[in-house]
């Protein structure tokens, strides 16, 4: 019993089986704990209110006179329901028979073909011919944002985007404009849709009435690949699922997480991660040809073997130098855990990060979902394994909180930091510089060896968000060239030196890291599974 003397639970009979539910859950969600999907066009479940707008998920009940809307009807105990029956079949008919006397049909040009919601359930009704002679009624299209274009011919009116819009993001831009046939979406007179979480109305769309104009025409859901990752444009850790064709990013969508993003993202991420892998790259390893006579020579490329080598030979006569780091805090836990056991060959203690800083953007209605003023996926992990944050490079030692350039007879070491602002004679001075990373910068090229790496979208990996929840990412396009993910990379030198052993798996990766790695003791690739665990504390 609860504490007001109502019943915690409820238990009833859906399509012939019985289920126990929490006391208030609507029907719509109990089928689901049975298998049973009751087709709706209105009801999401991130969405708090359900208008029972589209009439689709309506059922017959035992004991009622009528077909009843199931996203608004409330479990009861011995309620018997059933989802299939005749009626509640005729009834579905009828409302998609209504819904496709005016819509277009043109699913052979509509981005949301293959995953339409109303493509499916007229091919599963087999409602495929018209009884309608006359000429469908035309609305054209129209651009409701900057971004988000709005084809009014296919709109079923299911009121998800208003929806969000008013009770999420506490935006009343949209609205329901006319009634009846002639109704459609439009923002209020006056007002503009220009909202940081706007992008998530195009994701609760079912049909292709919105669609993100640079998505328009690019693939079919057949076309494209879905990896689940990990948005890295703030460390708020939202999780995503990215969408790839011909090995490029063309599409991100939210994934659901109730401890993080819950069902939605913001915009900045979405727009982001599409550009994550555009630019110029590092594809393969180069090392220094000494030309001697106080010449450095100039950057060849090498294959793996010989840079690796080349490297390995080069840290062991360094010793133990000392000197400087600059970490990237974009980098996985198994990168930074794998250059923190490198720094601790090279004796160097001082390894710091720069953060880029943005505006900041809430979602009123989920707490935990922010884009943050650090525009760095993760903070936390660069911090865990011992990165101190600065706001600038300098060159030389490092001093007044700014990261130095690496000193004479001294190693420096860059993790896929970008090198913004540093000066071009940046390392010039250092015993000896490796530089690791994803691009090759200005002051990089003054480098004794550049070892390409992945980016995140191109390996499996860790990151750790703001609250200490380590979240998993996995690899959804093929790196350029010879680069290969820093944790592979780094295992090798390591292994060359003695430390450990060459790693092919990220799996493996993570266990030594959870094994040396006082913050994630007792954590497994497995256990963390696709909804992340927190580190210790």
Known sequence: MAENGAKATVTLTIDGVEVTVPSGTRVIEAAEHVGVVVPRYCYHPGIPSRPAQCRMCLVEVEGRPKLEPSCTLQAADDMVVNTASDTARTARQSVIEFLLVNHPLDCPICDAAGQC??????????????????PKRIMGRDRISDDILYFADRCVICTRCVRFMRDVAEDDSLIVAQR???AYIDTFPGRELDNPFQG????????????HEDFVFKARSWDMDATASVCPGCPTGCNVTIDTKENQIVRVKPRHNAAVNSWWMCDYGRNHLVMTNRGVR??????RDGGGDGDRGDLRPVDWATALDWV??????????????VVSPDASNENLFYVRRLLDRLAVADATFQVEQGETAELPTVPTLKLRADRAANVAGAGIFGGRRVDALRNGAAANGSAGGGSA????VVLDDLLEGAPEDFGASAGFFLYIGTRLPGAARNADAVLPIATFAEMDGTFTNFEGRVQRFHQALRPPGLARPGWMVLSRVL????????????RTAFERMAAEAPAFAGLTWDGIGLKGAEVGR
């Open 312 to 325: 390995a030979e080069k840290i062991a006569a360094l010793g133990s130098p000392g000197g400087s780091a």
């Open 495 to 506: 292994a060359r030196l003695g430390d450990g052993e060459a790693v092919n798996e990220v």
């Open 409 to 412: 007879g001294r190693a420096l």
């Open 180 to 182: 009846g046939d002639k």
């Open 200 to 211: 998530n109305i195009v994701d609760v769309c079912p049909v292709g009435a919105l669609v």
């Open 117 to 134: 919601m109303l493509q499916d359930y007229a091919y599963v009704t087999n409602q495929l011919e018209s009884r309608v002679d006359e």
């Open 282 to 287: 590092a594809e393969v390893p180069l090392i």
